[in-house]
């Protein structure tokens, strides 16, 4: 007898950390830091408008003419980020993850924000099925 595949919503991170889109990229990088967190969906009264990453602040903290104190974190989100509903299933969306390389995804229900799920889950996840359904 084979198991279910889950949903996403069984191994995402509930109630993720955000940042509005008129904060500024040092305020987005303080909270990555305090957090230990790598990517921060961006609100616009909230409404999810986009993606950073931790890897976006530090590419254009590498340029001298941009100030992370004063550059906007809308100046630099990924617009459109990957999104899926809660009850979308796992194996889809790691595939899709590792075949665009994409770190995150943004889990929504009913058009708010609920999750996030990034390649550290997905390890998590994988990492459970062996456990549970592999040994």
């Known amino acids: 007898m084979t198991k279910p595949i889950p949903q996403i919503n069984k191994f995402m991170t509930t109630s993720p950390h ?12 303080k909270i990555m830091h305090e957090f230990s967190i790598r990517h921060l969906p ?9 993606i950073i990453s931790e890897k976006d602040i530090n590419f254009l903290s590498s340029f001298k003419e ?3 104190q004063k550059e906007k974190v809308e100046q630099a989100m990924t617009l459109d980020p990957f999104m899926v509903n809660a009850d979308t299933l796992l194996d889809g969306i790691c ?20 999750g996030i799920f990034t390649w550290i889950d997905a390890l998590r996840a994988m990492n459970e099925l062996f456990q549970t359904r592999l040994k």
Do not use: R
Request: hydrophobic share 45%.
């Open 42 to 50: 961006v609100l616009n009264a909230g409404k999810i408008v986009g």
């Open 18 to 29: 955000t940042i509005g889109s008129d904060q500024t990229l040092e305020q987005a990088k």
């Open 66 to 68: 941009i100030d992370l």
């Open 95 to 114: 595939m899709e993850m590792a075949e665009k390389k994409i770190g995150s995804v943004l889990v929504k229900d009913n058009n708010k924000l609920v």
